[in-house]
């Protein structure tokens, strides 16, 4: 049941991505069969949205997708644990950020890794550290924020500030209602042997690259029409009521976030085709909140870590980057 359900998963971002390659290849050839009454303007102008949001965002996706892998054969759990350290509690914070900062891992691939480090003896609230920092504040999330948002560097150093300051208070947070219970599953026969030993690293590394490109590329397929649709066909009046609302467009963007659940290496794309609707501190909302915790993020947590946990986590989290993201709006 599991093998077909991810070949399932699998066929669909081929699918989505064969979707893509058509539309930008053979736009004019596919456009001759498209009745006119459907190919209106306002679907000229989903498309055009909806492509100018995957170009720009795909380079960064496949450079973010290979840097994973390569993390992911080549680094031990037990490297990352020799770096941080466990004796104080509050104290380990920063250090356990730094690690996250290091490793470019999108939002799906380092909650194994959190999963893992705490069965090695990790505590839990330094893992989620890691966790929650890695898909931000590494540098290629940086580049690609910087690429989007050229013209407004308060974007791109808040969202770096904002998750590193959110991750610390998380992290203190978690670890002052948790303390140092274990929040995993325990699951019988589970000996955390997840590791291919092949000797050929490079076969693996081109795997998990090829399984996390799909993976992200059906998500950011979704995200970048459903932001396309949203910007062409609801009011415009009715979406700057939103944005310009101080309370309410912080909000609005983390929910958005959290639905369309996009990898943090084209995330900034799809923020920044709001960014004349938004404000600065809801786009800030949205490109913190969603690499953090996310729909399919809660999916894949719920598989590991206990229900109570979860929703503690998910909880604070929300907390602490909306108050970050109205404190800061007092200052752009």
Not at 106 to 113: D, G, K, S
Not at 291 to 308: E, G, V
Request: hydrophobic fraction near 55%; charged fraction near 10%.
């Amino acid at each position: 049941m599991n093998s077909l359900r991810n070949f399932s998963q699998e066929m669909t971002g081929i699918v989505l991505f064969m979707l893509f390659i058509v539309l930008f290849l053979a736009g004019d050839w596919v456009k001759d069969y498209i009745p006119d009454e459907f190919l209106t303007s306002s679907m000229v102008n989903v498309i055009t949205i909806f492509l100018s949001i995957l170009l720009e965002a795909i380079p960064f996706i496949l450079i973010g997708v290979f840097a994973s892998a390569l993390i992911q054969v080549f680094v031990s759990e037990s490297l990352l644990q020799r770096i941080i350290p466990k004796r104080f509690p509050y104290l380990a914070l920063f250090p356990a950020a730094v690690v996250g900062a290091l490793l470019p891992v999108c939002e799906c691939a380092i909650v194994p890794v959190a999963r893992r480090l705490i069965k090695k003896g990790m505590p839990a609230h330094l893992a989620i550290v890691v966790m929650v920092t890695a898909p931000i504040l590494n540098p290629i999330v940086f580049a690609s924020t910087y690429y989007a948002f050229q013209n407004n560097m308060t974007v791109v150093f808040g969202r770096m500030g904002i998750a590193l300051v959110a991750a610390l208070i998380i992290g203190a947070l978690l670890y002052r209602f948790y303390g140092k219970r274990n929040p995993l599953i325990q699951k019988e026969h589970d000996h955390g042997h997840h590791h291919d030993h092949s000797s050929n690293k490079l076969m693996q590394t081109i795997v998990h690259a090829s399984d996390e490109f799909f993976d992200m590329g059906k998500y950011l397929i979704i995200g970048a029409f459903v932001a396309a649709g949203f910007q062409t066909y609801l009011d415009r009046e009715l979406l700057v009521g939103i944005g310009t609302n101080e309370v309410l467009a912080p909000a609005v963007m983390m929910g958005f976030a959290y639905i369309i659940s996009l990898c943090s290496e084209a995330d900034a794309f799809v923020a920044s085709s709001f960014g004349s609707i938004f404000s600065v501190s809801s786009i800030l909302a949205f490109l913190v909140y969603g690499p953090m915790i996310d729909f399919k993020n809660t999916l894949l947590m719920l598989a590991y870590f206990n229900k109570k946990f979860v929703l503690i986590f998910i909880g604070v989290v929300t907390i602490v980057v909306y108050t970050c993201t109205l404190i800061v709006q007092l200052f752009v």
